[in-house]
């Protein structure tokens, strides 16, 4: 096993900003093994020199300087965070001084907002959170003029999880409904979809891949075998393609990355955008 490099994620607010950021960074160094530790909500001047302290000792403990990647808004925070005995990247100081020239205008400095602290935004991403609960694997189909977008897909392809996403990350009412094998079957869709094609989308994955998540759930079950799965795709794909229905293959695509792939095609307003 190779050397293992310490790295600090610091955030004043969540560390979401910061571990995305920075693992995106350290993917490029996939021959390196890395130590991921996230301190949140560094808030204070006494937060922010205990968070140096607690630095100072994993660099001493480890004998090599970690690397630190903060997101801190507040100077005199940042200031602080600046000190400790490690690599420091600042995302903040990074752009935002490049961005106040370019517009020649200065920043708030302002705590919170990339992540929803507008009121309106928080209203949004929870009223489109109870929306994706509710409409979950068909349920409420009479309510489906007011989704923004309606996933089909068989069942165990992701669709819950893509909905939750699209929900709490975009503020957007997702539904979602299986593709049972009753309904592929029939080979037409629930009389309330018929009038909301143009929301539609689907997803597939690989039939293989699928037999595995559902062998999880129901090991030795005719629903798991590779056979079934591989039917319903490809009745599944059939259905999507009478209906002229948008669909991305989920088999090697991260929920992040599915939520964007369907953003970007049906051109939907998150609160993002």
């Known amino acids: 096993m190779g050397k293992v490099r310490g790295v600090f994620f610091l955030s004043d607010r969540t560390g979401i900003t910061a571990e995305t950021l920075g693992n995106m960074l350290l993917t490029q160094f996939s021959g390196v093994q890395f130590d991921r530790i996230t301190i949140p909500f560094i808030n204070s001047a006494a937060k922010a020199e205990e968070t140096v302290r607690r630095i100072n000792a994993y660099r001493d403990r480890h004998g090599e300087p970690p690397l630190i990647f903060s997101t801190a808004v507040d100077d005199d925070i940042r200031a602080i965070l600046a000190?400790?005995?490690?690599?420091?990247?600042?995302?903040?100081?990074?752009?935002?001084?490049?961005?106040?020239?370019?517009?020649?205008?200065?920043?708030?400095?302002?705590?919170?907002?990339?992540?929803?602290?507008?009121?309106?935004?928080?209203?949004?991403?929870?009223?489109?959170?109870?929306?994706?609960?509710?409409?979950?694997?068909?349920?409420?189909?009479?309510?489906?003029?007011?989704?923004?977008?309606i996933l089909l897909a068989p069942s165990r392809c992701g669709k819950t999880p893509t909905c939750l996403y699209l929900a709490l990350q975009h503020?957007?009412?997702?539904?979602?409904?299986?593709?049972?094998?009753?309904?592929?079957?029939?080979?037409?869709?629930?009389?309330?979809?018929?009038?909301?094609?143009?929301?539609?989308?689907?997803?597939?994955?690989?039939?293989?891949?699928?037999?595995?998540?559902?062998?999880?759930?129901?090991?030795?079950?005719?629903?798991?075998?590779?056979?079934?799965?591989?039917?319903?795709?490809?009745?599944?794909?059939?259905?999507?393609?009478?209906?002229?229905?948008?669909?991305?293959?989920?088999?090697?695509?991260?929920?992040?990355?599915?939520?964007?792939?369907i953003i970007h095609q049906m051109g939907l307003k998150t609160i993002l955008r």
């Open 83 to 149: 000190t400790a005995g490690g690599v420091f990247m600042d995302f903040f100081e990074s752009f935002i001084a490049r961005l106040e020239d370019s517009l020649g205008a200065p920043a708030s400095h302002s705590v919170g907002l990339a992540h929803g602290a507008n009121p309106g935004t928080y209203q949004r991403r929870i009223e489109a959170v109870n929306f994706a609960l509710a409409h979950d694997d068909g349920a409420r189909m009479d309510h489906y003029a007011e989704a923004d977008l």
């Open 171 to 261: 503020g957007l009412r997702a539904a979602n409904l299986p593709l049972t094998e009753e309904v592929l079957e029939a080979e037409r869709l629930p009389e309330p979809l018929t009038r909301f094609r143009s929301k539609l989308f689907g997803l597939t994955i690989d039939a293989e891949r699928l037999a595995q998540i559902r062998s999880e759930r129901l090991p030795n079950s005719r629903y798991a075998s590779r056979e079934q799965c591989a039917r319903e795709l490809r009745l599944a794909q059939g259905v999507y393609r009478r209906l002229g229905t948008p669909s991305l293959d989920a088999t090697h695509v991260s929920v992040e990355e599915i939520a964007t792939h």
